[in-house]
């Protein structure tokens, strides 16, 4: 925890808030703070700044708040990913926003089994404490934006246009013809399938929407390997 995030309901005045349970817990048993002592704030999908503690016990934790500056910029690249293995898109979740992140379009493939999007993974509430975590460790404020789509031609045809329009279209596949690079100063659509890859008819409909077929190798990496390994290309 590189700031500690506020909630709404954590404010009791427009300057103050009172924190409890896991926070708490970090605040006192990994930086140690005590009475007096200033941290690194932000309110969610708010500015950062500084809180000065001014009461706390074992139960609650009382702040004055000094929120004077913006959250770091969001990354240029936007998300299409086919639904990982449920554990996994948690842990990948998490670290999309760290990275900044801030559009996920989660779509069905062919090869991503039907069973993943009964998860509790994918309730609103566990999405949003993943979301949480990545913020909280990379100093930002601002919730990613994730839509799950769970028809994939009807997304292609329908949705993809709107997604992607005033972007440069990538897709990661094994074979692709390119090599993976973006424009200068251009803003990215990324689009990555399952670990068993897309499908032929699946990478000839993103083709149709204008996407660049590029890949990294002979050899198939897992989705979480793949993902901060091609943003770090891009970046």
Known sequence: MNIVLLLDEDFVDRDRVVISGRRLEHITEVHGAVEGDSLRVGKLNGKLGEGRILSMDDEKLEMKLELYEDPPPPSDIQLVMAMPRPKVFRRMLQDMTTMGIKKINVIKTWKV?????????????KLRESMILGLEQAKDTILPEIRVYKRFKPFVEDELPDIIR?????????????????????????????????????????????????????RILRVETVLPYILGKLS
């Open 113 to 125: 089994e039907k069973s993943f999007w009964e998860s509790p993974v994918l309730d609103e509430e």
């Open 166 to 218: 005033g972007t440069e279209c990538l897709l990661g596949h094994p074979g692709g013809e390119s090599s993976c690079e973006k424009s200068e100063g251009c803003k990215v659509t990324l689009a990555i399938g399952p670990e068993g890859g897309f499908t032929p008819y699946e990478v000839e409909m993103f083709k149709s929407q204008g996407f660049k077929v590029f890949s990294l190798g002979e």
